[in-house]
Structure formats: structure tokens, C-alpha cells
């Protein structure tokens, strides 16, 4: 990592928020998907096929 000098402490917080959402999103990304095709099978046994 290159000397970031008197702003290391704000460089180094600033990738940890990054990455912090970036984990987040994937995570709500990950529940809504489970959600979703856990709406998805439960329609699909109520709903006759034709």
C-alpha cells in the first residue's frame, strides 16, 4: 500500500465503508433472492398447470 501520509486514517475508513455497503447489498441482494423464489415455489404448487 503507497504512503498515504496524513490521510491514511481517511483513505483507509473510506475503503472500509466502501466495503461495508458493498457487503450489505450483496447481502440484501442474497435474502431477497431466497425470499423470492421461496414466493415463487409456493405459487407454483397453488397454481393447477395446463
Do not use: F, H, Q
Request: hydrophobic residues 50%.
Amino acid at each position: 500500500m503507497p504512503d498515504l501520509g496524513p490521510y491514511a486514517t481517511e483513505v483507509t475508513l473510506a475503503y472500509a465503508v466502501s466495503l461495508g455497503l458493498i457487503a450489505a447489498l450483496i447481502l440484501w441482494s442474497w435474502a431477497r433472492a431466497r425470499r423470492v423464489r421461496r414466493e415463487l415455489a409456493a405459487l407454483e404448487t397453488r397454481t393447477p398447470r395446463g
